[in-house]
């Protein structure tokens, strides 16, 4: 199994930044794909951002340009670097990893347990 734990969310006012970083443990071949996601009060669970093991992105056009996400795959973390900050960013970010155990069986899906990004007016 594999555990991913999100770190870094907390309270900014609008227009400063945060950095959300995304450890994941366990057993891991490879990590195509990690994400973050986010969850606004009242609103379903939607995609911030991704990157591939090779690095390429895609974001939700309500963040880019202010969002960056990026990884470290010697340390099988993915980082979100979160600029001018609206209030509508307020939400629980969660970070999501395909997980391959082996180069012979497909990945799944796991997820961070979240963590809680709040931007003031």
């Known amino acids: 199994q594999v555990h991913l734990v999100e770190c870094g969310g907390g309270l900014v006012q609008a227009g400063g930044s945060l950095r959300l970083s995304c450890a994941a443990s366990?057993?891991?071949?490879?990590?195509?794909?990690m994400s973050w996601y986010r969850q606004a009060p009242g609103k379903q669970r939607e995609l911030a951002a991704a990157?591939?093991?090779?690095?390429?992105?895609n974001y939700a056009d309500s963040v880019e340009g202010r969002f960056t996400i990026s990884r470290d795959n010697a340390k099988n973390t993915v980082y979100l670097q979160m600029n001018s900050l609206k209030p509508e960013d307020t939400a629980v970010y969660y970070c999501?990893?395909?997980?391959?155990?082996?180069?012979?069986?497909?990945?799944?899906?796991?997820w961070g347990q979240g963590t809680q990004v709040t931007v003031s007016s």
């Open positions: 999501n990893a395909n997980v391959r155990e082996s180069y012979y069986i497909s990945d799944y899906v796991g």
């Open positions: 366990g057993t891991i071949f490879s990590i195509n794909t």
């Open positions: 990157i591939t093991i090779g690095g390429i992105t």
